[in-house]
């Protein structure tokens, strides 16, 4: 069997798929592993690194077409998908809800197509789970971004010359993402409020040092899948208000409010911006669901109001070698998965409770 590993094309992308301690694991189990020359280039790994681990360099068009499971950071192109083999399997991020064109192509060519972002949020599947691997890199990112855009320190100092105050970081939504950025603002040390409408995030959030901003919002609660519901107009309001008040205080806001499936609440309003201190910045890190603050542009981080609003998409490929590491472990511990032991084969089980929930197309069907 064929694993087939292409480089990524999305503009800016720096992460690849697979670092050779994964091409290790799958040539132990019997696969062959095929990889575009300079798959690893932009993470300094040289082709040979690949080939010391068994894997054997070819064509784009070669690997796509010969392929029996085809791996890749981002969504594949119609193009491409036609020129793979009816009955291969492709594992990637598809973001499936925006992208119909691709799942049914995919359904037409007969693939099995995989969603990364639709694998269960459950204990089992943590290993094989991008979205938290990634939005946990993500989180350091922002707060590393907003520390060198900002024209001051994080931690307090003593000096001779006198008493410098930390810096303060307003994390709002302590997700994945949330959370590394409170712990990396903290480690660096900034004084960091926080807040989530997922009441069981604040002890999460106090563990971590921080202070849970509180807002009563009456009734919030989550999904059965731990993720937030939508609040109300009333209740945006509502939140509105108090984020208003830390955002003034703060020199620095990390937004990363997101709700699955969904466009991104809008929740800094360019009069908050207003009130805020000049020379402050903002990350918004929801830019890619739409985005949780006003004004804020894709890969742009325009002045508002002497506010740098900062929206740079893809924060993980900031830091692409650990990304990659991390994407590629999560990549083969999902191959690992559908591993049976018996016939010594990946077998892809559309029953399995794992796969049922991120399988998009199978047989010709499209499955969500
Ligand atoms: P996410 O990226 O979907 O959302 C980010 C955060 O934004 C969430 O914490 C959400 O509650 C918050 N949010 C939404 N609307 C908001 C608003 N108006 N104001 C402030 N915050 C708002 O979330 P995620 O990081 O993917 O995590 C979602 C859930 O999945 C969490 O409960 C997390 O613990 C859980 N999870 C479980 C596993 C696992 O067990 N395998 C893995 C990862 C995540």
């Known amino acids: ?45 040289a082709d040979a690194e690949y080939i010391t681990a068994g894997a054997t360099t070819a064509s784009r068009k070669d690997i796509i077409s010969k392929a029996n499971i085809l791996l890749r950071v981002r969504k594949p192109s119609i193009e491409e998908i036609r020129q793979m083999a009816s009955g291969s ?13 691709i799942v049914t192509a995919m359904a037409e060519r007969g693939i099995s197509g995989i969603s990364l972002e639709m694998i269960p949020r459950t204990t ?21 971004l907003a520390a060198e855009r900002i024209n001051k320190l994080l931690p307090m100092m003593m000096t001779p010359a006198g008493t410098i105050s930390p810096a ?33 995030v604040k002890e999460q959030v106090q563990s971590l040092g921080a202070k849970f901003v509180e807002v009563d919002l009456g009734e919030t609660g989550q999904t059965k899948d731990g993720y937030a519901k939508a609040l109300t107009p009333e209740q945006l309001e509502k939140q509105r208000a108090v984020m208003a008040k830390v955002c003034a205080a703060s020199n620095i806001v ?19 911006i207003a009130a805020m201190k000049p020379g402050s910045v903002i990350i918004d890190m929801a830019i ?26 893809n924060l993980p490929s900031r830091v692409c070698v650990n990304a990659s590491d991390m994407f590629s ?17 990946f077998i892809l ?16 069907k499209v499955l969500k």
């Open 89 to 101: 399997v492709h594992i990637s991020l598809l973001d499936p809800f925006n992208e119909k064109d």
């Open 1 to 45: 069997m064929i694993i087939g590993i292409v480089k990524e094309t999305f503009p800016g992308e720096l992460r690849a798929a697979i670092v050779p301690s994964a091409v290790t694991r799958f040539i132990k189990k019997g696969f062959n592993v095929l990889f575009e020359p300079g798959l690893g280039s932009t993470l300094n790994l």
């Open 329 to 345: 472990a999560n990549l083969v511990n999902f191959i690992e998965h559908s591993w049976n032991k018996e016939k010594n084969a």
């Open 168 to 200: 303060r970081v307003f994390v709002i939504g302590a997700g994945v993402a949330g959370l590394q950025a409170i712990a990396t603002a903290k480690r660096l040390g900034a004084r960091v409020d926080a807040f989530d409408t997922r009441p069981v």
């Open 288 to 313: 890619e669901s739409g985005g949780n603050v006003e004004g804020a542009v894709l890969n742009e981080e325009p002045l508002i109001n002497g506010v740098r609003v900062i929206g740079f998409g």
């Open 254 to 272: 990390i937004t990363t409010a997101l709700i699955f499936g969904k466009k991104a609440p809008v929740i800094i309003t360019r009069a908050m």
């Open 349 to 364: 089980d559309p029953d399995n409770e794992l796969i049922k929930g991120c399988l998009i197309t199978h047989q010709g």
């Open 124 to 144: 089992l599947a943590q290993k094989m789970d991008t979205l938290s691997s990634q939005a946990n890199l993500a989180g350091y990112a922002a707060v590393i």
